[in-house]
């Protein structure tokens, strides 16, 4: 058991609770789940939410550049697109250059949804984190970004590709 952990506390058997990867696993699936019945509402799920800050931010993506990011298979990606574009939360052109390509953006209605979402996603995450102080939740964020850098580049320099068949 790591140093200062309390398994009854916990509820979890020592062999669970001295894991830190399921302790991650288990938080992660927690906040999705919490995240998406506070987004139910609104009428999209986490995958379209996290699209959204994807455009948000980017201004355009391709659609294989978001399936890149998020590490979704390209045909869930088209899926999901489908789904905010009939909503009219995105816009999808071809791109002039390779007509295979698409280009995506976030439209001024879907710019409006993703600023309720986040508000939403945040205050998931002040609850979620809430026990913790500045200073460690901030020493947290700086942890997993180090343990994930590795599996980052990795992503950069080999790209998720689809399953042999």
């Known amino acids: 058991m ?6 009854t506390r916990d509820g979890l ?3 669970l609770a001295s894991l830190t990867g399921f302790q991650l696993s288990k938080c992660g ?5 919490r995240l998406e019945a506070e987004l139910r509402p609104l009428g999209i799920r986490v995958r379209h939410f996290l699209v ?6 980017s201004g355009t993506l391709s659609q294989q550049e978001m ?6 298979d390209p045909t869930l990606m088209v899926g999901l697109v489908d789904d905010l574009e009939t909503r009219g939360l ?3 052109t071809r791109d002039p250059r390779d007509r295979r390509r698409h280009s995506v953006r976030i439209t001024e209605d879907g710019a409006d949804l993703h600023r309720r ?3 939403l996603a945040d205050q998931v995450g002040a609850d979620v984190f809430g026990p913790l ?10 942890a997993i970004g180090r343990v994930m850098e590795p599996f980052w580049a990795e992503q950069a320099v080999r790209p998720r590709r689809k399953p042999a068949r």
């Not at 102080?133 to 700086?142: H, K, Y």
Request: aromatic content about 4%.
């Open 67 to 72: 399936a890149g990011h998020l590490l979704l």
């Open 133 to 142: 102080s500045q200073d460690e939740l901030r020493v947290l964020t700086r």
């Open 29 to 33: 699936w927690w906040m999705e789940q």
């Open 2 to 7: 790591l140093p200062g952990m309390d398994s």
């Open 117 to 119: 979402a986040r508000a």
């Open 52 to 57: 959204l800050a994807m455009l948000s931010s």
């Open 13 to 15: 058997p020592e062999g």
């Open 90 to 92: 995105c816009a999808r």
